[in-house]
């Protein structure tokens, strides 16, 4: 998976590093002082090193815990994110991830307990209007910057922060994922306050542009699993692709639900392609030959999305589809200003 594995000196003795270093003997190990120094490089193609990855375990500093983007969640209010992770191992050619950053190398933050007293530390600081204790109600989203489970038989981060939250159950945490890693999840008791929330495509739209992502089938199975064990799942319909007929959004629909107990959903949302102009630039340079950024566009408050005719009447088609098989109660549409929803 990875061509070698670089880490801070100071994690060096870090009880996550150690147990990451000694499963993977065989792969070269190179100390140094800043991930950055890795990760940050200029001059790098991003597309040629998605090839051969790195893996950079490091220290994460600054702030941790950051106020989710408008629109990106299942709650109008008191959302959150924290990333363990920066980059991905799939590669989604519509991923805004491959224009946000200039390296494809992965880096894993091992400093689990920082992230931890951050989500603490709002908690703490946190009250929404109607509720009588700080931190009631907040929701915190993993898998912005990564996959959150794809990972996991390495990084363990479920394994940490599952327990972390069932101890705190009037806090919320989303894990947003294409992976089917569940095996850690299924050893342990499900918790109401953890959601474990899948990413779906039209089959035709996941065989042209998610490579390495495990095939529909598989992860629903993965789901029906989570959910017959009691856990909570949500379904993540993004990204839409404008060109995508409505029928094929609802057979992906007939097929989902026809595995999912739609009653004991969640939440489900849906989402068009979009991302920072600037990330689509970047894109642009790496693949000049792909179809699908060589659509009509429009650019909104900085944001670039694939171009619609009839985009109200188009979504409105696949929300009735979608209506037939949900309650509408349980449904949002990650808002147009935020350019990041899909994962």
């Given at each position: 998976m990875f061509s070698a594995i670089y880490f801070e000196s100071a994690v060096r003795e870090h009880p996550r590093t150690h147990a990451i270093l000694e499963r993977h003997r065989d792969l070269p190990r190179i100390e140094c002082e800043r991930y950055g120094e890795i990760f940050n490089r200029k001059s790098r193609n991003f597309r040629l090193q998605k090839e051969n990855p790195a893996l950079i375990l490091a220290r994460k500093h600054g702030r941790k815990v950051l106020p989710a983007p408008g629109g990106y969640g299942f709650e109008a209010a008191g959302s959150h994110y924290f990333s363990h992770m920066l980059n991905c191992i799939y590669d989604c050619r519509y991923c805004f991830l491959q224009g946000m950053y200039r390296s494809a190398h992965c880096v894993l933050f091992v400093n689990y307990?920082?992230?931890?007293?951050?989500?603490?530390?709002?908690?703490?600081?946190?009250?929404?209007?109607?509720?009588?204790?700080?931190?009631?109600?907040?929701?915190?989203?993993?898998?912005?910057?990564?996959?959150?489970?794809?990972?996991?038989?390495?990084?363990?981060?479920?394994?940490?922060?599952?327990?972390?939250?069932?101890?705190?159950?009037?806090?919320?945490?989303?894990?947003?994922?294409?992976?089917?890693?569940?095996?850690?999840?299924?050893?342990?008791?499900?918790?109401?306050?953890?959601?474990?929330?899948?990413?779906?495509?039209?089959?035709?739209?996941?065989?042209?542009?998610?490579?390495?992502?495990?095939?529909?089938?598989?992860?629903?199975?993965?789901?029906?699993?989570?959910?017959?064990?009691?856990?909570?799942?949500?379904?993540?319909?993004?990204?839409?692709?404008?060109?995508?007929?409505?029928?094929?959004?609802?057979?992906?629909?007939?097929?989902?639900?026809?595995?999912?107990?739609?009653?004991?959903?969640?939440?489900?949302?849906?989402?068009?392609?979009?991302?920072?102009?600037d990330y689509f630039r970047n894109i642009l340079k790496l693949y000049p030959d792909e179809a699908l950024f060589a659509r009509e566009t429009r650019t909104r408050n900085g944001v670039v999305a694939l171009q619609h005719p009839d985009e109200a009447s188009w979504l409105k088609q696949i929300e009735t589809a979608l209506f037939r098989h949900i309650d509408p109660a349980n449904y949002y549409r990650c808002a147009d200003e935020n350019p990041d929803c899909e994962n």
């Open positions: 307990e920082d992230f931890a007293a951050a989500v603490e530390q709002t908690l703490a600081d946190t009250t929404l209007p109607g509720e009588a204790a700080p931190g009631a109600g907040q929701v915190f989203y993993s898998g912005y910057d990564c996959d959150s489970l794809a990972f996991e038989p390495l990084s363990g981060f479920a394994e940490y922060f599952v327990p972390w939250f069932a101890a705190r159950p009037r806090a919320v945490l989303e894990l947003r994922t294409k992976s089917t890693q569940i095996g850690g999840l299924l050893k342990r008791d499900p918790i109401s306050n953890c959601i474990v929330a899948m990413s779906f495509t039209t089959p035709a739209a996941a065989a042209r542009w998610e490579h390495g992502v495990p095939a529909i089938e598989k992860r629903l199975a993965a789901l029906g699993r989570l959910q017959d064990a009691g856990w909570p799942v949500a379904i993540r319909f993004e990204p839409l692709m404008p060109d995508t007929n409505p029928d094929a959004c609802g057979e992906l629909f007939e097929l989902v639900f026809s595995r999912l107990d739609s009653r004991r959903l969640h939440s489900v949302s849906t989402g068009l392609f979009r991302m920072p102009a």
